[in-house]
């Protein structure tokens, strides 16, 4: 079975660019989530769907941040615009759902804001 | 509002010795504890559920439970330097959440 996959690997934006990043979760799989990772913050939750609907919009990152689940096989994150604080990795996971499910994490996808 | 720390920061442990990781939480009706693992590189990995008091074994891998005292801990037998890695506890509360200790760097010296 194929894993969580997240494109881009590796992105470079300027301040005040739009960048979308992609994520197809497990087949499946009913839960997925967005997370974001730095250093000093750990794993902070943006998003999280449940059979396609939006059920956490992250609160403190919902003015810039806008994450879709258009089928369930596909979501995408949308930072607009940009600032030089998003640089982080930004991770997709998907599960089964449930109380005791475990998350299946993607690669991540590493954004540098210039 | 629940929240997970985990000891040490960092590790160093010799190649073939054993490594204990600990992690503290703060609500007492956490049910749901995992320990994922992350390489350089790589997005984390489940390593280990534990659900009840107690411990549970998985190879080289023991996790061991104590919710009366707040305490999951991972030990790590015969320690490989492919186990170098940030190590995570993450506690779920309500239905969906997760919330992430900060880490411990494990370092195993060849």
């Known amino acids: 079975d194929a894993g969580v996959t997240q494109t881009p690997r590796h992105e470079v934006a300027e301040k005040g660019q739009t960048i979308i990043l992609k994520c197809e979760p497990v087949?499946?799989?009913?839960?997925l989530f967005w997370y974001r990772q730095t250093k000093i913050q750990g794993l902070e939750l943006l998003s999280y769907?449940?059979?396609?609907?939006?059920?956490?919009d992250g609160g403190a990152f919902k003015d810039r941040f806008k994450a879709e689940m258009l089928n369930s096989s596909f979501s995408t994150l949308k930072i607009q615009p940009t600032e030089p604080k998003d640089s982080a990795v930004y991770l997709c996971?998907?599960?089964?759902?449930?109380?005791?499910?475990?998350?299946?994490f993607g690669e991540g996808s590493r954004l540098i804001v210039v | 509002q629940q929240k997970v720390q985990q000891s040490p920061e960092s590790l160093i442990v010799p190649e073939g010795g054993m490594a204990s990781l600990n992690c503290t939480f703060s609500?007492?009706?956490?049910?749901y504890f995992w320990w994922y693992r992350q390489h350089s590189g790589e997005g984390p990995k489940a390593l280990m559920?534990?659900?009840s008091n107690g411990d549970k074994k998985e190879g080289r891998f023991t996790a061991h439970l104590n919710k009366a005292s707040l305490h999951v801990s991972l030990h790590i037998k015969d320690s490989q330097p492919s186990d170098s890695a940030l190590y995570f506890c993450?506690?779920?509360?309500?239905?969906?959440?997760?919330?992430w200790g900060s880490g411990t760097k494990l370092i195993i010296k060849p």
């Open positions: 996971a998907s599960s089964t759902g449930g109380s005791g499910n475990t998350l299946y």
């Open positions: 087949s499946g799989h009913n839960d």
């Open positions: 769907f449940r059979s396609k609907s939006l059920m956490e």
């Open positions: 609500d007492r009706n956490s049910q």
């Open positions: 559920s534990i659900f």
């Open positions: 993450a506690v779920k509360v309500g239905n969906y959440q997760l919330i």
